[in-house]
């Protein structure tokens, strides 16, 4: 009887084993737009939580804009370009798909969506990148004849897919609301 309730006191006690490390709870805001009117030949809805700023690096130029998401630590870099004699649709197709393929030494896949919105004039690829990559979701959207922007989205630290993965899947829908809102200037 002694020999078993000692057995029972020993085995109530608590073990001590290794846990693995867990990652904070995001509490996301709930979704809310509002009018992004650019002094560039192009608008479109931000979240109210962004802060849209030019972009100050020395070979910016004057419609290249930064979208941050301040609370996430991430920012959409937007490049805009005139299509006309300058700059080719072609090359610039070509040079987006190229800073794609420059992530296959770290993407485990990338995926490919059309986006084709003929009333909006709004054509394009929007990039999805999986793996230890440096940016996640890339596009660029064009109305084929005169405008042409492309996006890349970067958090501002070293990632780790697997913990970035709640907050690309909300800011993807952020992105995705910009080019679903996005509207030309003629």
Sequence with gaps: MIL???ILLFACENAKTPRPHAYFKIDFPAKSYVPFNSPCPFRFEVPFYVQVVQDSSPNAEPCW????????????HLTYKPI???FNLVDLQNDSRR???NHTIKAQEILENEINKPAEHVH???YRLK???ATSLQFYVTDSTKHYLRGALYFN????PDSIAPVLEYLSEDVLQLIG??????
């Design 4 to 6: 078993a309730a000692s």
């Design 65 to 76: 804009l930064n979208m941050n998401f301040v609370p996430y630590n991430a920012t959409l």
């Design 84 to 86: 006309g004699t300058e």
């Design 99 to 101: 800073f794609v393929m």
């Design 124 to 126: 394009g690829v929007l």
């Design 131 to 133: 793996g230890n990559t």
């Design 157 to 160: 630290t070293h990632t780790n």
């Design 181 to 186: 809102t996005l509207k030309w200037s003629y």
